[in-house]
């Protein structure tokens, strides 16, 4: 039996890659003597879905080390990071797999040094733009190393290969038809697209709510506002809505696979923060977007992602200090009635999008451990 072990965690732009390369290892690799497992933080809902992929979970106690001063720092330091490097450190020598595959974030460091000791093999995917803490460590001794962006810089220089970030193919495959089904569209205006993300969605949210009614004369609306803040969107736009205005308005706490790949489908123009799976998503289905560089994003990736996508002409870069409704909609408007300029971005999009990086990344992977 042969196995794969992926590590990181933190947000969803570190797990939702890791669905998207479980796929194709398993469309590439179909046989079952290949097991993939996933070693990180707790997270029940991830862990549900990786279960729904056939990637077994294992949990460990996850600690990090912040760049600022923080009582927090102690405990992670000597009770939390020691405690998971047990956990990891175990469960590697019990597993024993062919490969630890690294996407960085909380905990991933402490695998990957233990897969070092342990002389098992480390391949490091940098999603965004600027290597994260974790991944800059671990790819001191990393066989490969793959980013998403061009010149993302890492120290060992001779072993890095860009893909992209990998993305689930199923976001391409949205229809019109099945869009107005699903999300119980008008199609009666343009459809503006507003994802906060994991992280930073509650500043998004709150600026949706102020250009609401105004913002709704000419377009509609799909908003995905994140679990924590439902209660309070919605409660702030029933106060809002007219009942003319109320059928162009979809207010979802986050959109499953389903719904992200028809409201992806049928936007006019996608509104969010500039995590790098958004942004390679957003370029793979071709669509204009404005994006909104989370402030406290560490290393300011956020910031650095978006500015490198927007210089392709593929988006605009808009600073959350910037968010007044009058020129975010003005913003938007002028793009949206100037149909060259639209399909211009369209293009540049299409340019940067790198829709087979999963299917590369599985074949690197399957390749190394000889099962290719």
Known sequence: M???LFTGG???????????????????????????HYLGPRDPSFAAIFAQEGVAVHSMVSGKIRRYFSLQNIVDM????????????FLLLVMYPKLVVSKGGSGSA??????????????????????GLSNQIVSKWAKKIFTSFPNTPFAASSNVTLIGNPIRTSMLTGTPEVAKEVLHLTFEKPI???????????????????????????????????KNNYKKAFAESRGILTKELEPYYHLY?????????????????????AGSGSIFEIAAVKKPSMLIPLPSAAGDHQSKNAYAYAATGAAVVIEQ????????????TNIL???????????????FAKPQAAAVFAKEILSYIKLL
């Open 192 to 226: 503006l697209l507003f994802l906060g993300g994991s992280q930073g969605a509650e500043v998004i949210n709150e600026f949706v709510a102020d250009m609401l009614d105004q913002a709704l004369v000419n377009y509609e609306i799909i908003h995905s506002c994140g």
């Open 2 to 4: 042969t196995t794969i």
């Open 253 to 273: 706490d986050s959109l499953d696979e389903s719904q992200l790949t028809q409201a992806y489908a049928v936007a006019s123009m996608v509104i969010s923060r």
């Open 110 to 131: 402490v695998v990957c040094f233990c897969a070092r000791m342990l002389f098992i093999p480390v391949f490091v995917h940098e999603s965004d733009s600027v290597p």
């Open 78 to 89: 000597f009770i939390k990071i020691p405690v998971g490097f047990l956990q990891s450190f």
């Open 337 to 351: 009635l100037d149909q060259d300029r639209v399909m211009a971005m369209q293009q540049a999009a299409g340019q």
């Open 10 to 36: 933190g947000t969803s732009g570190h797990l939702m890659p890791i669905v998207a390369v479980a796929r194709e290892i398993k469309k590439q690799y179909p046989q079952d003597t290949l097991q993939l």
């Open 321 to 332: 200090e910037n968010l007044t409704h009058n020129f975010v909609l003005g913003v938007i």
